[in-house]
């Protein structure tokens, strides 16, 4: 079976190149280059070809063409260009709305802290403008440095104070949640996605775009022991220099009670996937899960909506 670990691509070389084409050339002339990266990709890269048409056939209300999977791939890479930019001059060269912030706010007033959990869905480094705009509240996020070395770099060298703030994964689920209650207690905000596990974590399927897929369990354990609220977010991009910030209150604290771990865990990742749902329907090009996400085995799957055949020869 295919994990997304074995399809990463990029790595320094890709950040690199971004970092220097982006910050030296400007983000006009550089995404003028996306489209002959894009072009590259869709045409070097099957497996990511494939795992696109596939969730796209799930969310699209017709059939799914080449140019769709383009699309998708190129919407993935204009945001990966613009975590840049985030990173090195904040939200300055972009509008960013947000919608539920009074939500948020209320859920941070009691002083607790707040988890915010997200995925891989549009951009999670426009969501750090939240905590730009609220320098009073700490924001940390959670990031497996031993995994993601070049985003570790590309976090050191443009933003320093970022990378300070990184809750290394890593370091284990203790060292994490230790470091997630001091942040939490602080009254700031800690984040962390919960749409993907390591091959070997502990996970749960849960329907999700008509089929069960496997979520990682890890996330809500965590919620559990912090008992803090949880907020849903999303950082969706709208094309151009636009993105939109949605937070969702998801509960004022998670109870997984050891005596039906199963079935609280089935019910709170139920709603989490449901809500997950919502928004890739919504906007359809923003989830970036370039992989087997439904471990379907490089076919399309039967209980997949209005499923298309993938042409062989983009397989």
């Known amino acids: 079976m295919s994990h997304w670990k074995q399809r990463e691509g990029g790595g320094f070389f890709a950040i690199w190149l971004l970092r220097t084409i982006g910050l030296g050339l ?32 799930r969310v699209l209300d017709r059939p799914v063409t ?3 999977v383009f699309h998708h791939i190129h919407m993935f890479s204009a945001t990966l260009l613009d975590r840049m930019f985030f990173l090195a001059r904040g939200e ?34 426009a969501l750090r403008a939240i905590g730009q705009r609220r320098p009073d509240v700490p924001l940390r996020v959670v990031l497996d440095k031993q995994k993601t070395p070049a985003l570790t770099a590309l976090l ?49 399927a849960v329907p999700f775009l008509g089929t069960p897929a496997s979520f990682p369990v890890g996330p809500w ?56 749902e919502h928004y890739c329907r919504m906007y359809p090009f923003n989830w970036f899960n370039f992989y087997d996400f439904w471990q379907e085995g490089g076919s399309a799957h039967a209980a997949a909506p209005a499923p298309q055949p993938v042409q062989q020869a983009d397989a």
């Open 221 to 276: 354990l965590l919620a559990s022991a912090l008992k803090i609220p949880v907020v849903l977010c999303f950082g969706i991009y709208l094309g151009g220099n636009r993105y939109r910030l949605i937070f969702e209150p998801f509960a004022e604290s998670i109870d997984i009670p050891r005596a039906r771990r199963a079935e609280a865990l089935e019910e709170i990742m139920g709603r989490y996937a449901s809500r997950l």
């Open 66 to 68: 080449n140019a769709d």
């Open 156 to 204: 050191e060298a443009l933003a320093p104070e970022v990378g300070a703030a990184v809750i290394d994964a890593s370091l284990g689920g203790t060292s994490v949640a230790l470091a997630m209650a001091e942040g939490a207690a602080k009254g700031g905000m800690v984040a962390l996605l919960a749409d993907r596990g390591n091959p070997h974590e502990a996970s749960r």
């Open 26 to 57: 400007g983000r006009r002339v550089a995404r003028l280059l996306l489209w002959p990266i894009t072009l590259y990709f869709f045409l070097r890269r099957p497996a990511e070809r494939l795992a696109s048409r596939m969730y796209l056939a």
């Open 92 to 125: 300055r060269d972009f509008v960013v709305e947000a919608e539920g912030v009074p939500e948020l706010d209320a859920c941070l007033a009691e002083g607790n802290g707040a988890m915010l959990l997200g995925s891989h869905q549009g951009s999670f480094e």
